[in-house]
């Protein structure tokens, strides 16, 4: 007997104090949108600017003349970046062209694990260094006082 005064007390609790906000004023009504007339301009996607990035992610670029199976990345940034991430698609030997901006310039080369496989950059100077790297995922480690370009590229 003692349980069923208390399950039937619960149950009279929660339904109270469910109960307790629908006792206010009612909301106002809704007013339903007026018809738009038929000489109305609706914007179109072409008319949306969109601001650019201040980053450049990797763009594939087209074979070289004579090398139909060559590959270009292209990476711009400014400033540093951590695990800034690509992808290659087949094994091969890239070279790495690194044009830094004025100031300190340190460029490591990362696999998908995040073990470092090797220093392209450290210093100002802009330079070329080659990798042989397998189809998968990789990542820069970029410090960098200014803007800077990094092209890598098969042959």
Not at 32 to 44: D, F, Q
């Amino acid at each position: 007997m003692e349980w069923k005064f208390i399950i039937v007390l619960t149950i009279l609790l929660i339904s109270s104090v469910s109960m307790a906000g629908c006792t206010g004023p009612s909301p106002a009504p809704v007013a339903a949108p007026a018809p738009v007339p038929a000489s109305t301009t609706v914007p179109t996607p072409a008319s949306v600017s969109w601001a650019a990035p201040t980053t450049t992610w990797p763009t594939l670029e087209t074979p070289a003349t004579g090398h139909p199976y060559s590959k270009t990345y292209s990476f711009h940034g400014s400033g540093t970046y951590e695990d800034f991430t690509f992808t290659t698609t087949s094994d091969a030997t890239w070279a790495f062209q690194m044009d830094p901006g004025p100031g300190y310039f340190l460029v490591i080369l990362k696999d998908a694990q995040g073990k470092q496989l090797e220093v392209l950059a450290d210093g100002a100077a802009a330079g070329t260094k080659s990798a042989w790297l397998k189809a998968g995922d990789y990542a820069f480690d970029i410090t960098a006082e200014s803007p800077w370009d990094i092209t890598m590229s098969t042959s």
